[in-house]
Each structure stands twice: as C-alpha cells, then as structure tokens.
C-alpha cells in the first residue's frame, strides 16, 4: 500500500475535508495570481485551478479568487509561513500555512502540538529528512498503459513512477512539476492528488495505536485549520486507516 495509501482512503478523506479545501485552494489562487490572473501564462495558477476544480468547487468562488489575487476585488495579504516539530511518537512533522494573522496561526499551530503529545521545534530541525518533491497520484484503471504513462511522463521530466496496488504515484523535482503536470493532463490523465510535497527520506511511527491516534487527531485538527495548506509528516503508517 505504501505511504501514499488507498485512493479509496484519499477520496474518502478528501470528502471530509471538503469545505475547507475550499478555503485552502482558494488562498493559493489569491497567490498564485498574484502572477497573472490567465492560467493560460501562470502555470501556478492553471495547477491551483485544476485542483480546485477537482473537489467541486464552483467557478464563481474561482474567479473571486482570482480577482482578489489580480486586485480587481478586494483583498487580505497571505503570507507563507512554515513550522516543523514532532509528534507524538518522534513522528516528524512540517506544517505549511497561508495566512494573513502571522499570529494567530502560530498559536493554533503550538496549541495543536501540545495537546496531543507533540513538541513545535525551530526551523530546520526535521526538514532534514524530507526532500521536496512533485507528487503526482492517478488512479490505476484497465484504460490506463502503464508504459505509456510512464513514457508521457518522463518526456515531460519526470524522475519516477511507483505503481502501487490501485494507483500510480510520479515523481519530479518541483522545477519540473508543472511541465510533468501538463504534460499529463494534455494527455487525459485525471489525478487524485498532485502536489509539491515534502517527501521523507526516514520514516518513524508510534508504537501503540493509542498513541497513533492521538498523532492522528493532531494532524486532522491541522489540516482542518484554514491557514493550514498542507501538512507534511513522515509516519510510516496511513492514518487514514486509523479510525
């Protein structure tokens, strides 16, 4: 099954999440047109809308986003910040978050470590064994060629494919994940999820699952924040699975 877990268990916590992934993607529009406001010119903005577009949400919540990024409505200023620490376990975690109270996300953030047996660190202090990486996830069909995925891919710059029991998961440098992301979509592929992700190198988990449950809890509790765009974590075991 891999890190990556079932698309099933994806889908399904990608459901649960779904009003505020709302929130989530339209933030990174409102960035991402900072740049340009035409996806046609913004790769950024084409791969933020895409990603949108994939979880429903509707095109006049896009093109709001987009304004507000562009200036022609109204406004906040986000700013990215970045936190790393460990849950509990010695599981090493990194939260990413847009947000436009610096304070108040970094409260949220500390509060959601300590309450469930994690520890908020300095900058630098787990990023170490993590790589960032381009994640691509498609959903394995009788349709799909293997080998015909993987050559589209890798034209387009790829660094790997891993083929897991119901899905393939591609690989790239960040520099190239919008060319491969294009590349693909170009060719009709559908993803379940395609993102820059911090990929781990190490991995570690709880020993008992009352412990990855609490891990579990704080994880969810960040990702359900809306600053919070993306958590990172190198847990061996899919949480999703854990009930």
Known sequence: MGRHGTIAGRKAAQDSKRSAMFTKYGRQIIVAAKAGGDPEYNATLRVAIEKAKAIGMPNENIKRAIKKGTG?????????????????????????ALTDNTNRTTAAV????DKHGGNLGTQGCVSYMFSRKGVLVIEKTDEIDEDALMETALEAGADDMEVNEDSFVIYTEPAAFNDVHGAL???????????????????????????????????????????????????????????
């Open 72 to 96: 022609e409505l109204e406004g906040a200023t986000y700013t990215e910040l970045s936190f790393e620490g460990y849950g509990i376990g010695g599981v090493a975690v990194i939260v990413e």
């Open 110 to 113: 500390r509060s959601s470590f």
């Open 185 to 243: 979509t170009d060719a009709g592929y559908a993803f379940v999820e395609a993102e820059v992700e911090f990929v781990p190198s190490m991995e570690a988990a709880p020993k008992d699952e009352k412990d990855l449950k609490r891990l579990k809890k704080m994880i969810d509790i960040l990702e359900e924040n809306d600053d919070v765009q993306k958590v990172h974590h190198n847990c061996s075991v899919d949480l999703d699975e854990i009930e």
